[in-house]
């Protein structure tokens, strides 16, 4: 599937990005975001369904051998297919180091890349992004 958007973020961020997500499709966007993951049915999304982001995160953060985590390798290669079929992607502060790969891959493949969030200091390297907002309310009401 095709996106005109792709949300990333922190996983601790979901009320965020699903506010995010709605005001986007509120205006008839596409969008993918982590927490719908196309289908995946990785054995972690039980945790998130039952016991919320940070539990999510908890057990994913101590997964021993994460390296050969079939969980992992599945949350790879939906995030990738995810940044691959989008037009723009948006990393929605806070993020974490994830969220910052993420837009890089996104910024190498070409995408158009937004910020959304209020960078408090100088960062070089946020000059990959095409546009700047302070808050989702400013982002989608310039949209």
């Known amino acids: 599937m095709k996106y005109q958007y792709c949300i990333v973020s922190r996983w601790r961020n979901k009320d965020a990005v699903l506010d995010l997500v ?3 499709r509120e205006k ?3 969008v993918y975001n982590f927490f719908e993951g196309d289908g995946t049915n990785y054995e972690l999304k039980e945790v998130e369904e039952n016991h919320g982001p940070h539990s999510f995160m908890e057990k994913f953060e101590n997964i021993t051998d994460w390296q050969n985590s079939k969980a992992v390798k599945e949350i790879f290669e939906v995030d990738m297919n995810a940044l691959r079929n989008s037009e723009t992607v948006i990393l929605l502060l806070p993020a974490g180091k994830s969220g910052h790969i993420e837009i890089g891959v996104a910024y190498g493949l070409g995408k158009k890349c937004i910020l959304i969030g209020e960078q408090k200091e100088t960062e070089s390297l946020y000059l990959i992004f095409d546009e700047f907002y302070k808050s989702v309310d ?3 009401n310039d949209i």
């Open 22 to 24: 709605n005001k986007l």
């Open 138 to 140: 400013e982002f989608t």
């Open 28 to 30: 008839g966007k596409t």
